[in-house]
């Protein structure tokens, strides 16, 4: 995944499960720049589909992001059943928005 995430901005992080996302039991979408975590999303954050969950970015999130900062993203979640998956970590980067402050 080669993915620039403009500063600014709503992306939509959309994940296929091999099973119902109702199994699913937790779940976080963590963004990290170097060490530091700077975005985790929860499960109370994402829509359900049938077998996928969603996760929208809000244009705040996306300022956090220091701008050509290589971001490394990462999912880990549980089913009800108390398995534990976890993707590979993902690459993305961060470019600038020419003006700041949210859209409104």
Known sequence: MNTIIMQGT???????????SAQVESFFLTFRQGKE???EKKLTDCEREEYGLSVTLSQEDTFLFKSRTPISMQVRLTDKAG???????FSLRAEQALKGGTIV
């Open 10 to 20: 709503t992306p939509v992080f959309s994940f296929t499960l091999p099973f119902e």
């Open 37 to 39: 975590t700077v975005v």
């Open 83 to 89: 398995a534990a998956f976890a993707s590979p970590v």
